[in-house]
């Protein structure tokens, strides 16, 4: 390992375990920060502001305790533990919270967010279910109600100039991102599933420009590896909500299976729709958010006479990626409680099913313990698609 | 735990009301209707309650299966489980909202008899000719419930509505916002008459939906003047009843028979208050159930209640509606605009008073107004662990309370060993269950749990200065 290559590598280490350090020292030089959770926020507006977007991160490793005297232990585990986190004060160098309408877990408990917190800004944006035309021209009006209110915080105006380019930027990152997955493609992959997990979500803790470099650089570096550390073993893709924390999927690769794609929301399902460009920036920004993100919770309109048809129209994008990245076999994973990935497990299931790919089902709880617990059911599943 | 109580050990709820007695028999009529219905070639929806689209779906003479409630019904008879384990058995999370699993676990079963399941309660619920889902801002199995049926039933179409309100912010007056949500509820309602004039071959009678929407619109304020009844000391009613009166309210709006009910229960009420009849002999406390769904299969609880002279004179659950006059909807012909006003302008009833009061919010304040409406001592809540929906959000609304209203007068010990005058918050109480899973209930544990809490508030009631 040369010394470049190690430096890089501790800059993924360093990001990912000290995450959010950048934004307290922001902080300290005179920015502000605005807190988001999920993939649904439109963090271009905040960073048009000349506010620091900072996805809230929980941890597995952090048992729940004062988060659990404010909110009910029925809500989903990963935002139980955002919140927990916050809460302690983890990220005592925010400034402003915005929360989506993603599902229940998140649009029951703003109020609990923004009071407990106490922070000086907070917002919520209001997704619509579908994405059909009038939901579409009311999202489209419910983001200029956000710009509005944000603009307020910042005592400024976001100029179409201001979106532009920071949409220009965001597509830039995801398009870095989406990058690193070729080194996955490869048998063995040339990186890891564990450390591209690392790496994305480092990056939502930076600013979008200082995110770009680290990608830049880690991307550089990466285009020297000519041999992975992986070893030929089967390829799984897991798919699911937000895994921000490398344990499941270190577990995975440690039990002898390579990750080697994900849809995921800090993976495919964010990073890698981009923002139409060349047209309103406000409109591109509601057509990214609201259609092309593909997530359970945004209703899609049955499509087709046969019901295949429609798990084609709605998982396609599973059954493409898991093609392009010679999968063997997928890993639902899926939290306790949380309604809209629950309801359509069957779906998926029959989904993956019919590409002939072989599925394990896993429910869990976001922490390490829970976590640890499904070693034996994952190598079970590695013995079948290796038989 | 579920062990204490198996199917076939109901007990009957005893109701304080005539009228509420009356409920099972109209439920029991109306899901057998739907059987009938299906026989008879008429257009069956799929629905969820709360989705201002009552009157749209009376008005095309559609038959609503409310799906919830049968999976309640199913609860009801503690005749859940069977369904719960089908679905269960197709992967489907026992995390998830149990009414929409009591729901997949039958239809599944249903089509793959290609008739009712066994021993149905009530019957069964008949197959549907479409499905009307809506997540609105609360629930995401309503979004998400029809989705995943419609792998056992693919020919059924799907129809989901948008129902947005504005959450309560701070920085942002409704009325700013109220435009472009009115707008988009009312492109969506139409869209919905459009999808029903399609599967129905019929056409909508827009002057029948105008007469409907003005029906519902009585039935608001009737129903609104009728548990107002309720504030009368003794409380002529509980939450209990309220628990079957609420079938009336949000099964049948826009229906002549929903109104007359309530008719017929202001009457009873009425008189009840000129004898002074209570719900109890001995009234002692007066609680709010101020939060949750509650346990189909243990409505005996409130009886229990009852039994230790607590009585239940108001609830927040399944109070869906304010008086029309209070709600100032503008003049419009348009029936679908008048549904879409009075969804939005319900749900953001209480955001102005909210923000008249340092540290409040909506459902805070609600609780407030009716804690003082009502003569209310403590407070109690309902903790179900399958619905997110209604269930987030209980314990902070608690804390919330806690630091901003404390009504109760008493002397505390003061610095200089004195006693002072001062004020506490209300005793509060959260139950934790289910809406429908058994397993989650202990019976022995909920009246432990309920012993206690009136002993809180016999305490308090002494300590009172």
Known sequence: MNNQNSNILSRIEDHYQNYGARARELKNEGNKIIAYLCSLVPVEIISAAGFVPFRIRGDVNEPITKGDTQLETIACPFMRSCYDVSLKGRYDFLDGLVLPHACDSIARTYSVWKYTLGLDYSHFVNLPHTSRGPSMDFFRAELDTFKKSIEKFAKRKILDDDLVKTIHLYNENRAKAKALYEFRKSDPPLVSGTEILKILTAGMSLPIAESNDFFNDVLEEFEKIKEGPQKKAPRLMVVGATVDNMDFIKLIEDSGANVVVDSLCIGTRDYWPITETGIDPMDALARRYLDKINCPRTYREKVGEEYEEDLKARFGDIGALSKDFGVDGVILYIYKYCDPFGFEVPARKAYLNSLNLPVLYLEDEYSASSIGRLRTRIQAFLEMIEE | ?465
Not at chain 2, 254 to 264: K, N, V
Not at chain 2, 284 to 297: A, E, T
Not at chain 2, 381 to 402: D, V
Request: proline share 5%.
């Open chain 2, 1 to 465: 735990m579920a062990e204490e109580q198996k199917k076939g050990e109901i007990k009957k709820r005893r109701h304080a009301t005539e009228a509420a007695g009356k409920i099972g028999p109209m439920v029991k009529e109306s899901i057998g209707g739907t059987v009938k219905a299906r026989e008879e070639g008429k257009s069956i929806a799929y629905a969820f309650i709360v989705c201002s689209y009552d009157e749209i779906i009376r008005a095309m003479d559609i038959v609503p299966v409310w799906t919830e409630n049968y999976a309640g019904i199913c609860g009801a008879k503690r005749d859940a489980e069977r369904f719960l384990e089908k679905a269960e058995s197709l992967n489907f999370s026992r995390s998830l909202c149990t009414y929409a699993l009591c729901g997949l676990g039958f239809d599944q079963w249903r089509e793959e008899l290609g008739k009712m399941p066994p021993d149905s309660p009530w019957g069964g619920q008949a197959k549907p000719d479409f499905m009307l889902s809506s997540g609105q801002i609360l629930c995401d199995p309503r979004n998400k419930w029809y989705q995943a049926v419609q792998q056992y039933m693919p020919d059924v179409p799907i129809y989901n509505v948008g129902l947005p309100w504005p959450l309560y912010e701070d920085d942002i007056e409704v009325a700013e916002v109220e435009g472009y949500y009115i707008k988009y509820i009312v492109e969506e309602l139409r869209g919905l008459v459009k999808f029903l004039e399609k599967h129905t071959g019929r056409k909508m009678d827009w002057d029948r939906l105008s007469e409907l929407v003005d029906l519902g619109e009585r039935t608001w304020n009737l129903i609104w003047e009728t548990y107002e009844l309720r504030r009368a000391v003794p409380t002529p009613m509980g939450t209990g009843d309220a628990m079957n009166t609420m079938v009336p309210m949000v099964f049948m709006l826009g229906t002549q028979e929903g109104y007359d009910f309530f008719l017929d229960l202001n009457k009873e009420l009425k008189e009840k208050i000129a004898r002074k009849e209570g719900v109890v002999k001995d009234e002692k406390y007066r609680l709010l159930w101020g939060g949750g769904l509650p346990s189909w299969f243990a409505l005996t609880d409130f009886n229990y209640f009852n039994s230790k002279g607590a009585v239940f004179p108001a609830e927040t659950t399944y109070r869906m509606i304010e008086p029309i006059y209070r709600l100032n909807i503008p003049d419009t012909n348009d029936p679908l605009e008048r549904l879409a006003y009075r969804w939005v302008r319900y749900w953001t009833y209480w955001y102005d008073k909210a923000k008249k009061r340092p540290g409040s919010e909506p459902d805070v304040e609600r609780l407030i107004q009716y804690i003082e409406d009502y003569k209310i001592d403590g407070i109690v809540m309902h903790e179900a662990f399958s619905c997110r929906t209604f269930h987030l959000g209980l314990i902070w609304q608690l804390n919330q309370l806690r630091k901003i209203y404390k009504p109760i007068p008493v002397l505390v010990l003061g610095k200089d060993g004195g006693k002072t005058k001062g004020k506490r918050e209300l005793p509060s109480l959260i139950l934790e269950s289910d809406i429908i899973d058994m397993s989650s209930y202990s019976e022995v544990d909920t009246r432990n749990r309920i012993d206690a809490f009136i002993e809180t508030l016999e305490q308090s009631k002494k300590n009172k200065a």
